[in-house]
């Protein structure tokens, strides 16, 4: 069992930043590919961005490209989500997943993830 615990949502104006965390406890002596996924109000969930298990390979949705950054600190069984530039649009729900029996390319379909948090929510002003 992997529990995930996000925090660093909140309400931020059209333009500014956030930073989310994701902390992983229990089964953490493997690391593993992690996701970041949002659900907007009325929408069905989309990916955001992932990461693999060594932190070397990221995949962005084209919406948050250039503005959004995945990263892992291993030693802290946390990943982050540096959201930068945010927009109206970015409002929804995140919540961070892990796949815990996959080693290769990270996925971005949600369903390949084993494990998920519940979530944070980000809410941005225009």
């Known amino acids: 069992q992997v529990q995930l615990v996000e925090s660093g949502g909140g309400l931020v104006q059209a333009g500014g930043s956030l930073r989310l965390s994701c902390v992983a406890s229990?089964?953490?002596?493997?690391?593993?590919?992690m996701g970041w996924f949002r659900q907007a109000k009325g929408k069905e969930r989309e990916f955001v961005a992932v990461?693999?298990?060594?932190?070397?390979?990221?995949n962005y949705a084209d919406s948050v490209k250039g503005r959004f950054t995945i990263s892992r600190d291993n030693t802290k069984n946390t990943v982050y989500l540096q959201m930068n530039s945010l927009k109206p649009e970015d409002t929804a729900v995140y919540y961070c997943?892990?796949?815990?029996?996959?080693?290769?390319?990270?996925?971005?379909?949600?369903?390949?993830?084993?494990?998920w948090g519940q979530g944070t929510q980000v809410t941005v002003s225009s």
């Open positions: 997943a892990a796949d815990v029996n996959y080693y290769g390319h990270p996925y971005t379909w949600a369903g390949e993830y084993d494990y």
């Open positions: 229990g089964r953490t002596s493997s690391t593993y590919n």
């Open positions: 990461l693999s298990w060594s932190g070397s390979i990221t």
